[in-house]
Structures are given as structure tokens and as C-alpha cells.
């Protein structure tokens, strides 16, 4: 059974701090890997998908990294701003059975201080 | 272009009524899942709905069912609620059963709460 681990979970830092997430996983098998980011109370807003395949991905200040045979992924933010105060949720797309699911992390949530 | 949609956005029940909670894919995806979020925890997959029809199923009870149209948009049926029914309910929707290059899109979530 996959299992997701994210660590910690909560962070506080000062604005302007560059930030490691960290996510890991138990099983190897994986399609692809994706963090997100969800406000208080809201839904999850997809912010990185990297392919098996790939080692990483990058989207403004956000970068992701995977390490399928280690099982780990870590999400880095630059330049941190109290705006990407949030709870960040890494999952997984595996095989389960006969069909593809996600299994998420339990998250880490983010506190930017101004 | 609307994207998921989700209705109620708040429902207080008590236990042991039934629920229905309701979700609109995004213009365009045919396949629905539905995830259940505990307050701190992570989604947990309920079940997916493709074609009209349950095609994968997760750790949850027979109380939890379901149902696709041929719209796409889908219910989520809760019967005999419990205390512990209490979360955040998501639905996600995408094109096809997911694969790998693909993400799905989640709605805002229905919030129920369990008294």
C-alpha cells in the first residue's frame, strides 16, 4: 500500500526566506508525482505534475524535484512572500488495483511572516 | 470556461441522516472522483466515476455510494451518518481515467459537519 509522508508539518519563516519541502513515498511505482496548494477551508490548486520520468520541474519562484528510486521530492520556494501562506499536499498517481489513484501527504502548512 | 463546481458549499446533518453532495466537472472532463479530507489531513480517495459507471473504489464503506449522469456531473450519497463523516468533501474531475500526464481539477469542496 502507498503510503505519503511530508515533513514537517507546519513551517514559519520570514518573508523573503528561500524554503524546502519535503515529500516521501513508499512505493517506487509511480506515474507521476504533483504538489498543491490549498487555502483555508478551499479546494487544491495544482501547482507542479512531474512525469516518472523527469527529475524536475519549475514554474516561477516553485521548483520541484523527484527522486523516484529514493522515493523522496522536495518542493522548493524562492524568495518566500506572506501570499504563499498555505498548506502544501504532495501526492502521488500510482497503479492500485486495475486503475490509477492518488494518494496525497497529510501536508505542510506554510506560514509566511511579514 | 467554468471549472468544477460544487454544491452545497456547507451542510450540518446529525447522525444517522443521509446526505447528498453535488459536483459539475470541468467543461469538457468526463470522469468524477471524490476525495474526503479530515480537518489536518490529506485527501483520501473515495471512489471514481467514468461512463455512468463505479470504476475504482477506495477504503470506505457501503454507507458511501455514488452516482454519475450522462452530463457527467455526479452525486456523492452518504446514508447513517457518523461523527467521523465530518471533512472537507472534494470532488475532482479530468478527461478519461486519470493517466499519467494528467491532472486532475478539483472543485472547492462541500465543508459537512456532523453533530
Known amino acids: 500500500k502507498q503510503e505519503v509522508t511530508q515533513i514537517p508539518a507546519a513551517l514559519s519563516v520570514p518573508e523573503g526566506e528561500n524554503l524546502v519541502l519535503n515529500c516521501s513515498f513508499t512505493?517506487?511505482?509511480?506515474?507521476?508525482l504533483q504538489w498543491f496548494r490549498q487555502d483555508p477551508g478551499k479546494g487544491l490548486t495544482s501547482l507542479l505534475l512531474?512525469?516518472?520520468?523527469?527529475r524536475e520541474q519549475t514554474s516561477g519562484r516553485l521548483n520541484a524535484s523527484l527522486d523516484k528510486s529514493s522515493g523522496r521530492s522536495t518542493l522548493y520556494i524562492a524568495a518566500s512572500q506572506p501570499g504563499d501562506s498555505a498548506t502544501y499536499l504532495c501526492?502521488?498517481?500510482?497503479?492500485?488495483?486495475?486503475?490509477?489513484?492518488?494518494?496525497f501527504g497529510s501536508g505542510t502548512q506554510l506560514t509566511v511572516l511579514p | 470556461d467554468a471549472g468544477v463546481t460544487q454544491s452545497p458549499t456547507h451542510l450540518i446533518k446529525t447522525r444517522g441522516q443521509q446526505v447528498t453532495l453535488r459536483c459539475s466537472p470541468k467543461?469538457?472532463?468526463?470522469?468524477v472522483s471524490w476525495y474526503q479530507q479530515a480537518l489536518g489531513q490529506g485527501p483520501q480517495f473515495i471512489f471514481q466515476?467514468?461512463?455512468?459507471?463505479?470504476?475504482q473504489r477506495g477504503n470506505f464503506p457501503d454507507r458511501f455510494s455514488g452516482h454519475q449522469f450522462p452530463n457527467y456531473s455526479s452525486e456523492l450519497n452518504v446514508n447513517a451518518l457518523l461523527l467521523g463523516d465530518s471533512a472537507l468533501y472534494l470532488c475532482?474531475?479530468?478527461?478519461?481515467?486519470?493517466?499519467?500526464?494528467?491532472?486532475?481539477?478539483f472543485g472547492p469542496g462541500t465543508r459537512l459537519t456532523v453533530l
Open positions: 475532482a474531475s479530468s478527461f478519461g481515467p486519470v493517466r499519467a500526464g494528467d491532472t486532475q481539477y
Open positions: 512505493d517506487s511505482a509511480i506515474y507521476n
Open positions: 512531474i512525469q516518472s520520468s523527469q
Open positions: 501526492a502521488v498517481l500510482a497503479l492500485s488495483g486495475s486503475a490509477r489513484q492518488l494518494t
Open positions: 467543461s469538457g472532463h468526463d470522469t
Open positions: 466515476y467514468y461512463e455512468e459507471e463505479e470504476r
